[in-house]
Structure formats: C-alpha cells, structure tokens
C-alpha cells in the first residue's frame, strides 16, 4: 500500500494536476501507436479517457442547455442533472468506503469536494489536450517539459556537485523538447 499526501492548497493542487493531466496527454501522443499495434484493448481504454475529457463539458452543461433549448425549467433540470450525477458517482464511493473499512457517513460527507475536484482535473484535462495533443505536434509548445512537485513540504533543492537535481527539485531535463523527466541521485 502507498500513502499519498494531498496537496495542502489549490496551488499545489494546480501543480500535481497538471502534472498528471500533461504526462499523461504527453504518453497517448507518444504511444498510442504503439499501443495500438501492441496492446489495442488498452489502446481502447486510453481512446475512451481522451474521448470522456473531449466530452465531460457537454455533461456539465447539459442542464443548461435542456433549460435554454427545451423549455424546461432550471431548477427541475439542474435537479435530474445532479442525481444523475450521483448515480454515477456514488456507488463507486460508497464501495471504496467498504472496502478500505472508511465510515460511510464520513465519505458521504465529503461528496461535494468530489465535484470540486471533478471541476479542476476537467480544466486542467482540457488545457493538457489543448497544449500536448494539438501545440505541441504543430511546433507552437514545448509542453510539459518541467517536472514541479506539487507538494509543499518538497522544497527545492540545490544541484548537486555532479550537476544533478536532488529528489523533489523540479527538473529541466524535457529542455531539449522530450518529455518531462524526474532527475535523482542516489544521494
């Protein structure tokens, strides 16, 4: 089992996000092909991820649009929207909560921090796409090249006598226009 530290604030949240989000448009940009060749069913399931960014912002503006192109109220609409929502997104809670022995209550409790989250990883989904998928290929970004750490109890540390980065330092390995890489010494 691996503990995480969450980020303390939405800083460090912004950071680990992206992070994430761009490593991971970085790795569909450079291996989709050969996933496809290699390993199509996991090819497929990245497909799906990339397919379920493009079109999280249409589910989260179908209650709007319903009230606006429908003629159906807002609230009413708004209301099937959001149990909906929670009827995708509960049960996979609630048996997370039993299996990991959390008490219930305590994760029903912390729902809305879910769509807060929810909120963050899509706009920084989107700006990974934007910026890995389409700038980067025409030459207009560099993209993800800087690995910053997220957290804020990883301070960044000098440059060892070799010249290499110490772990937790960002790095400026991706400089040359590669992809983002975690530089470490065995100090």
């Known amino acids: 089992m691996a503990l995480a530290a969450d980020p303390e604030d939405l800083t460090y949240l912004r950071k680990q996000v992206w992070r994430w989000m761009a490593g991971c448009c970085q790795n569909v940009r450079l291996h989709l092909g050969a996933l496809i060749r290699h390993k199509p069913l996991l090819a497929l399931w990245v497909v799906l991820a990339v397919f379920e960014i493009v079109t999280a912002p249409l589910w989260w503006a179908t209650p709007f649009a319903m009230a606006a192109f429908a003629d159906r109220p807002l609230p009413a609409t708004l209301g099937w929207w959001a149990g909906t929502d929670l009827l995708l997104t509960?049960?996979?809670?609630?048996?997370?909560?039993?299996?990991?022995?959390?008490?219930?209550?305590?994760?029903?409790?912390?729902?809305?921090?879910?769509?807060?989250?929810?909120?963050?990883?899509?706009?920084?989904?989107?700006?990974?796409?934007?910026?890995?998928?389409?700038?980067?290929?025409?030459?207009?970004?560099?993209?993800?090249?800087?690995?910053?750490?997220?957290?804020?109890?990883?301070?960044?540390?000098?440059?060892?006598?070799?010249?290499?980065?110490?772990?937790?330092?960002?790095?400026?390995?991706?400089?040359?226009?590669?992809?983002?890489?975690?530089?470490?010494?065995?100090?």
């Open 90 to 187: 509960a049960p996979p809670l609630l048996y997370a909560a039993r299996r990991r022995k959390l008490r219930t209550v305590a994760v029903l409790r912390d729902l809305p921090c879910v769509y807060a989250t929810k909120a963050v990883n899509l706009v920084y989904a989107w700006k990974a796409l934007v910026v890995e998928l389409l700038l980067v290929p025409l030459g207009l970004s560099k993209g993800l090249t800087v690995y910053e750490k997220g957290r804020a109890d990883t301070p960044l540390a000098a440059p060892t006598a070799a010249g290499r980065k110490r772990p937790g330092q960002a790095s400026s390995a991706g400089r040359s226009g590669r992809p983002a890489r975690a530089v470490a010494d065995a100090s």
